[in-house]
């Protein structure tokens, strides 16, 4: 146990344990007959709101550090990311094959007719670049594009929850229907994006350095 530790931060820890967590209790609860009336449309649910959190999780480590000056969010941020892509995958593998058996001719019929799916197959095509370029050998290969090839997550996010929002066939402008759980992903993501706002980032880099100094006044002085 002492080992674990000294290989791994807590963080690390809890991020895997988090990430994992939800494919467990999958299984668990697909073996023991436990998904509802409709299992493969809990299957899909549950795999899309894990892969969606992790995606924002992902976009929230760059602000947090900005914010609290907590430099091992940046090391986590590529596991979070690969981790969304792993529940969008299983997602979409569900979709394909136990929600329509594979009949292609009738998938690409459903992508057309529902725009809602549409966006999420955009969303899913968009991930992919991006997980297998996410290793540093990639980086060094690619050298600046790499970084312009990875923003392209400011349109993933977005998208992502608009597939969501949209899947879920609520009203936003009268608050009707299942919104309420998009609507949060929605504030979370709009709000993540404006902190990489040029002069927000600049504002939050230097609220950072007020809380540093209020905190170093603080710390008793020993003598
Ligand atoms: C080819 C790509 C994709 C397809 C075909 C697809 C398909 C679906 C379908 C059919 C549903 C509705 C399930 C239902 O309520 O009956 C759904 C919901 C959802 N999907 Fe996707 N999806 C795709 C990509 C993605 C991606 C890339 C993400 C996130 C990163 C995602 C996140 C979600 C979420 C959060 C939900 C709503 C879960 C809920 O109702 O609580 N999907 N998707």
């Given amino acids: 146990m002492k080992s674990l530790f000294k290989r791994y931060t807590p963080l690390q820890i809890a991020m895997h344990i ?99 799916i549409l966006v999420g197959m955009l969303t899913f095509l968009m991930l992919i670049p991006l997980a297998f370029t996410s290793f540093n050998i990639w980086k060094v290969r690619l050298g600046k594009n790499w970084k312009r090839l990875h923003k392209l997550v400011y349109l993933i996010a977005p998208l992502a929850v608009l597939h969501y929002a949209w899947g879920k066939k609520g009203d936003f402008f009268r608050l009707q229907g299942e919104i309420i759980l998009p609507l949060i992903y929605a504030v979370i993501v709009i709000l993540l994006l404006i902190t990489r706002i040029p002069p927000v980032r600049k504002t939050l880099a230097s609220l950072r350095d007020r809380i540093v100094v209020l905190f170093r006044r603080r710390e008793p002085v020993v003598e």
């Fill in 18 to 116: 988090y990430a994992w967590s939800a494919l467990v209790h999958l299984l668990i609860d697909f073996f023991t007959d436990n998904l509802t009336a409709n299992p493969i449309q809990a299957l899909e649910q549950r795999t899309g709101r894990h892969a969606i959190t992790l995606l924002v999780l992902s976009l929230a480590c760059t602000p947090l550090n900005n914010l609290f000056g907590w430099r091992e969010l940046i090391k986590r941020r590529r596991a979070l990311g690969l981790y969304a892509f792993i529940y969008a995958t299983i997602h979409v593998i569900i979709f394909i094959d136990l929600d329509y058996g594979l009949a292609w001719s009738l998938i690409i019929q459903t992508i057309l007719e529902k725009p809602y």
